[in-house]
């Protein structure tokens, strides 16, 4: 395999370093970073009842929870 074939080979994506994949991973950085500097106590009304707990929880919970709704749409709307 040559050099040009790993930036502009295949259209599957696998092994490139595109903008992209750049940006997504300053963004799980940054949100990760985010989460480990909030770590105070919180009650959060789910509903009916209050709930308290780390910060932190809370926000990793809703991270994975639009995490794994964006890939839902995602996936949904590219076939």
Do not use: H, Q
Request: with cysteine; aromatic share 8%.
């Amino acid at each position: 395999m040559s050099p040009r074939d790993v930036s502009s080979g295949s259209r599957r994506g696998t092994g490139r370093l595109t903008l992209g994949r750049v940006a997504m991973a300053v963004l799980v950085v940054l949100v990760v970073v985010f989460i480990c500097v909030n770590t105070k106590d919180v009650t959060i009304r789910v509903l009916i009842p209050e709930v308290t707990l780390p910060l932190w929880f809370a926000l990793l919970a809703m991270f994975l929870i639009g995490g794994v709704w964006g890939g839902y749409l995602f996936r949904r709307r590219t076939r």
